[in-house]
T-cell receptor, first 117, second 115 residues
Framework: GAGVSQSPRYKVAKRGQDVALRCDPI?????LFWYQQALGQGPEFLTY????????KSGLPSDRFFAERPEGSVSTLKIQRTQQEDSAVYLC???????????????FGPGTRLTVL | AQKITQTQPGMFVQEKEAVTLDCTYD???????LFWYKQPSSGEMIFLIY??????QNATEGRYSLNFQKARKSANLVISASQLGDSAMYFC????????????FGSGTRLQVQP
């Protein structure tokens, strides 16, 4: 079956523009995660959904970042008024589990590389 | 303070040899999970191995094994019989609180396998 897919794979935005990044999780996976990976660093957690409910948004860096998953499948990460420091790879991951604990494996997509000029 | 520390920015290994990638972690929780992921140049994070804090035996998955030393708070990844396709970034990650799903990653180690 298909893995996690993300689109676009690459996005160039001018500073101040709004962007929307899409994530299609593995079919049937109820949990969905967004991470931000700056150049040369490990991924950093942004937010987590279980079905359509956003259960943890503690990692969102500012109110310019907004994520949604209205029907419990596809998710969109929106960044308003982009700034240069938003340049990073945005990774989406999904999991079949509904709770943490044990081998709570997250399956990652290829990421969207955002460059803000 | 760093939760996950990977002190080796880069490592070289000869094909068919074993290599150990270091990871130390910091947590006050008794229950936590440790993960290793591989990130090739394509960008996708690939799960390799998992170790639970209460697991008595070191985890193994094919050529991957985890040298878990709880008292030292270390969870080193051992790759046996390295292959050219093992060249990639490797990230150690931790999930601290079972109810919180977020993974905390280290800064990674770039492994290059030489023929």
């Amino acid at each position: 079956g298909a893995g996690v897919s993300q689109s676009p794979r690459y996005k160039v935005a001018k500073r101040g523009q709004d962007v929307a990044l899409r994530c299609d999780p593995i079919s049937g996976h109820v949990s969905l995660f967004w991470y931000q990976q700056a150049l040369g660093q490990g991924p950093e957690f942004l937010t987590y959904f279980q079905n359509e409910a956003q259960l943890d948004k503690s990692g969102l860096p500012s109110d310019r970042f907004f994520a949604e998953r209205p029907e419990g499948s596809v998710s969109t990460l929106k960044i308003q008024r982009t700034q240069q420091e938003d340049s990073a790879v945005y990774l989406c991951a999904s999991s079949s589990k509904t709770t943490g604990g044990g081998r709570d494996e997250q399956f990652f997509g290829p990421g969207t590389r955002l460059t803000v000029l | 303070a760093q939760k996950i520390t990977q002190t080796q920015p880069g490592m070289f290994v000869q094909e068919k040899e074993a290599v150990t990638l270091d990871c130390t972690y910091d947590t006050s929780d008794q229950s936590y999970g440790l993960f290793w992921y591989k990130q090739p140049s394509s960008g996708e994070m690939i799960f390799l191995i998992y170790q639970g804090s209460y697991d008595e035996q070191n985890a193994t998955e094919g050529r991957y094994s985890l040298n878990f030393q709880k008292a030292r708070k270390s969870a080193n990844l051992v790759i046996s019989a390295s292959q050219l396709g093992d060249s990639a970034m490797y990230f150690c990650a931790m999930r601290e609180v079972p109810g919180r799903r977020a993974l905390t990653f280290g800064s990674g180690t770039r492994l290059q396998v030489q023929p």
